[in-house]
Structures are given as C-alpha cells and as structure tokens.
Nanobody, 121 residues
Framework: QVQLVESGGGLVQAGGSLRLSCAASGRFLSINAMGWYRQAPGRQRELVASTSSGGSTNYGDSVKGRFTISRDNAKNTVYLQMNSLKPEDTAVYYC???????????????WGQGTQVTVSS
C-alpha cells in the first residue's frame, strides 16, 4: 500500500509564501508523475502543478509565475513553493502520484489526505 503524506499548509496573508511537501512511502516499483491539485468550496478539483519523473513541469494558468513545483526522486518527495499568494488560492491542496505497482505492474493514481491553505486579504 502506498501512502502520500502532505505537510506545510496553513494560514498566510496575501502576498506571503508557503511551501508544501508530499512524501510517498510504501511498496511501489516506480513513481511516474507527481503533482498538486486543489479544491475550493463549491468548486471542482483543479490541477495546480505537476512534474514528470524526468523533471518536466506543467502549471495551471492561475499559478504560473507564482508557484514552483520541484521533486526529489531519491526521497520520493514533491514540493510546491507558493509565492505571492492571493485569497483566491485558498483551498485544500491534494498531492497526487502516479505509481507502478511492483507485482502487477499496473499504474495507478494515489492521493494524499489534503492540506488546507488559507490566504487572508
């Protein structure tokens, strides 16, 4: 069983910064893409940023230029540096990992429990 453990959420004033971390543990053969999604009340979950195992990145339009995703493959950890935060960034942020199981070789998505980010105006 694979687990994703997130940390780093909290309350910050507009214009401030936060850094989220997500570490994968358990049994898996490999991790492909890792990323962050967010969901605000009454809204659908949306992509914030993702990174492939090779290091390529993809960002949602609303966070480009403000957020940076990075990854430490040796630690099976993905980070999200969030700068110039806005009240509209307030949401629950979820970590996602696309992993390959060691026995079946099947690829599956795993989600973290979510961490709250609140940006006050």
């Amino acid at each position: 069983q694979v687990q994703l453990v997130e940390s780093g959420g909290g309350l910050v004033q507009a214009g401030g910064s936060l850094r989220l971390s997500c570490a994968a543990s358990g049994r898996f053969l490999s991790i492909n893409a890792m990323g962050w999604y967010r969901q605000a009340p009454g809204r659908q979950r949306e992509l914030v940023a993702s990174t492939s195992s090779g290091g390529s990145t993809n960002y949602g339009d609303s966070v480009k230029g403000r957020f940076t995703i990075s990854r430490d493959n040796a630690k099976n950890t993905v980070y999200l540096q969030m700068n110039s935060l806005k009240p509209e960034d307030t949401a629950v942020y979820y970590c996602n990992a696309n992993i390959r199981e060691p026995l079946t070789l099947q690829v599956m998505d795993v989600w973290g429990q979510g961490t709250q980010v609140t940006v006050s105006s």
